[in-house]
């Protein structure tokens, strides 16, 4: 009869029935037994310099993976710096399994080290929360973590485990580990409603399909592309969502970016909208009172939220989008797509004349197409910060799923996500080129991940943005309240790429036009972790910050 302490329990349940092989992690003597559990069993942790960065990384490979991210942090401070990361993930409905430690529970109500009420501060953030107590039921509350983290509607999940469980020796024989299942049950619409959706969308003449972060973590891209193929419905992908059709597809509304989409909702008669909350960043579907609404989303309460929709088809994407593809008629709305592209694109004509446009401090708009130039769109972006979020988002093209991805521009508006994705891509998707896009004040928050990524040998290029400040800030605070009344929002002149040589990666900084493109190849082929810090124009204030502006200005 062999013995097997507990935090052995968690690396052997984690690899062997989870298929963990990777998990996001710092150390702490409260969780130290599990890292000697990932030695034993050949768990690979990335052992990060923030726990929020963990956190992050263990979102971003949800995405690439289309997995659970494991995360694993220390009680108390550990516990507490992940927050920002897990509440990330909560927004966004990506599924991570959050692992904490805990004060020792013999101590608790005594005032141990780091002793702290963990789970009733983490109730509101996450879709189920556990303690375990007893070592022989560990694989039973990570099994059940992982059930929660991943059926119906995706999201994070946290499970507290105490050393006076993690060290522990129990009799392996005598632990019961539960079978896995398949773990995702996909569930249909009732195929009434599915028939009226299609006679619906038969019946429209001003069609525009909207998707968001359900398409992302859905499996049902060739039932998406079979059903716009189908129908020519013009369509535009947001969230990790993005891609899941390639922005180049003729029907795709990313040559407008953010403008196609407002003109395109304002215009149409029919609104068939995927996996895609009506929050804040869709004007709480208020914008476009004109068409008619079908939703289709997993989550039911979604689908009337803050705009009563017209057909609601609660359950699968790919499910219900296969069964709607033998009951739509193919049809052609070329001329409504012109109609559409008349009206956005002479919008954004100073844009696009932008990116051709050499100019010294370089336009932000102008750095995103030498990125793409240098890189001919084939990699992985994640973009972070204020103003460069809006020129990262609407300048890149996604080749496929979530390869543009604006990760500051989520439902928390979180900056220094840029770095942590960045790396959580690159581990999952070592194959992909990745590139990260981020503001000079966002790159700071997780700036020291680069010492993650050089010792984990992780390369990837983070391009510096670097008007000198917290732009989207003191743009906004110039428009508000003048440029003489600038406060705390002006970073000056840091020179990052010294920051990154100095942890052991590659570093450029750029100031004309002409050097972009060869400091770009420089970086890409040092096979390092890479930051080129570029200068760009800290006049240059974006249209999403006039619109944020005017959003919070409003009486
Ligand atoms: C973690 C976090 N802190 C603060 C903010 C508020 N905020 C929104 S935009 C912004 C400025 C971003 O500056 P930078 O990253 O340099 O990008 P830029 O706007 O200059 O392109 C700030 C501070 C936030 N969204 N997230």
Redesign the pocket.
């Known amino acids: 009869m062999g013995e097997i302490y507990g935090g052995h329990l968690v690396a052997k349940y984690l690899k062997e029935v989870e298929g963990v092989t990777t998990i996001f992690a710092l150390t702490g003597g409260h969780i130290d037994r599990i890292f000697d559990g990932c030695f034993e069993y050949g768990v690979k942790i990335i052992d990060v310099r923030h726990e929020q960065a963990a956190a992050m990384m263990a979102h971003s490979w949800s995405i690439f993976r289309q997995q659970p991210g494991v995360c694993l942090v220390t009680a108390g401070p550990g516990f507490t710096n992940s927050l920002?990361g897990l509440v990330n993930a909560y927004l966004d409905n990506a599924p991570i399994v959050l692992l904490s430690g805990t004060a020792p529970v013999r101590d608790w109500e005594k005032g141990a080290l780091q002793e702290m009420n963990q789970s009733d501060m983490v109730k509101s953030v996450v879709k189920w929360s556990g303690v375990c107590y007893d070592t022989k039921r560990i694989p039973e509350y990570l099994s059940k973590a992982f059930r929660h983290a991943v059926s119906g509607r995706p999201g994070p999940v946290f499970l507290e485990l105490p050393p006076d469980v993690l060290n522990i020796k129990v009799i392996e024989e005598e632990v019961p580990v539960p079978n896995r299942g398949n773990r995702i049950y996909k569930s249909m619409p009732d195929p009434a409603a599915i028939e009226e959706a299609a006679s619906l969308i038969n019946s429209s003449e001003k069609p525009l399909l909207v998707g968001g972060s359900g398409v992302g973590f859905s499996d049902c891209d060739k039932e998406l592309l079979d059903f716009v193929d189908k129908t020519g419905i013009p369509f535009i992908l947001l969230n990790n969502g993005r891609g899941a059709i390639p922005d180049g597809h003729p029907l795709s509304l990313w040559d407008g970016g953010q403008m196609a989409l407002l003109t395109a909702l304002s215009q149409a008669d029919l609104v068939i909208v995927l996996g895609l909350r009506f929050n804040w960043l869709v004007g709480f579907g208020q914008g476009f009172p004109q068409a008619k609404v079908v939703r289709v989303d997993i989550e039911p309460t979604e689908i009337d939220r803050n705009r009563g929709s017209d057909i609601g088809l609660a359950g699968d994407i790919g499910l219900s989008l296969k069964q709607l593809n033998t009951l739509v008629e193919k049809r052609d709305h070329g001329s409504w797509l012109k109609a559409l592209r008349d009206s956005y694109l002479p919008l954004i004509a100073g844009e696009l004349e932008q990116r051709q446009r050499t100019t010294e401090p370089i336009h932000?708009a102008r750095l995103v197409e030498q990125i793409r130039e240098a890189t001919q769109d084939n990699a992985i972006y994640v973009v972070?910060?204020?103003?460069?979020?809006y020129y990262g988002m609407v300048g890149l093209k996604a080749k496929e799923k979530s390869s543009v991805l604006a990760t500051?521009a989520g439902l928390l508006?979180?900056?220094?996500t840029g770095v942590p994705f960045g790396i959580g891509a690159k581990v999952a998707r070592p194959d992909e080129t990745v590139v990260v896009i981020?503001?000079?004040?966002?790159?700071g928050?997780n700036a020291m991940e680069f010492d993650t990524a050089v010792r984990h040998n992780i390369p990837f290029v983070c391009v510096i943005?670097n008007?000198q400040?917290?732009?989207?800030?003191k743009h906004g605070q110039e428009m508000s309240y003048g440029s003489e009344r600038v406060m705390g929002s002006e970073?000056g002149l840091v020179h990052y790429e010294k920051v990154v040589e100095a942890l052991g990666g590659y570093g450029e900084l750029v100031r004309k036009d002409d050097e972009i493109i060869p400091a770009l190849k420089r970086a890409l082929d040092s096979g390092k972790p890479a930051c080129i810090n570029v200068l760009t124009d800290p006049t240059v204030t974006s249209p999403a910050t006039l619109l944020f502006v005017a959003s919070l200005t409003m009486e």
């Open positions: 920002t932000p972070d910060g204020g103003d460069t979020s500051a508006g979180c900056l220094g981020n503001g000079d004040g966002s790159f928050l943005f008007d400040a917290w732009g989207m800030i970073l």
